[in-house]
């Protein structure tokens, strides 16, 4: 996990890798809380991940419907695999996928 801000705090982007598995995902959770607040655009680039458990689908939810109180979240390159989950799980439909 790599967390990017901007001086001011109101833009993060979030570079995930390898797998977004229950373990990793109860670590973002985490993490998370702490980074989110006063973030108004937030970025998920997914370009190196390649799954996502329901777990993580979880924390994904969670993030979008916090960040959508103050502002948007958006996840960026996804991977094939990866859209697969979403697409599987109907997420693509909940969740701002830009490909």
């Known amino acids: 996990m ?12 979030l ?9 990793t995902a109860d670590q973002l959770e985490k993490a ?3 980074e ?3 973030v108004k655009d937030f970025t998920i680039d997914m370009a190196k991940l390649s799954y996502v458990s329901s777990a993580g689908l ?5 993030a979008q419907k ?14 094939p695999e990866v859209m697969r989950i979403f ?3 109907g997420f693509n439909e ?3 996928i830009s490909k």
Do not use: C
């Open 36 to 38: 989110l607040v006063g």
């Open 66 to 79: 916090y960040v959508n109180q103050h502002g948007t979240m958006k996840i960026i390159n996804a991977v």
């Open 15 to 23: 570079t995930l890798d390898k797998k977004l598995s229950a373990v």
């Open 2 to 13: 790599n967390f990017e801000k901007n001086d001011d705090g109101t833009v993060l982007k």
């Open 94 to 96: 909940i969740l701002n």
């Open 58 to 62: 979880r924390v994904l939810l969670k």
């Open 87 to 89: 697409e599987t799980t």
């Open 32 to 34: 998370l809380e702490k």
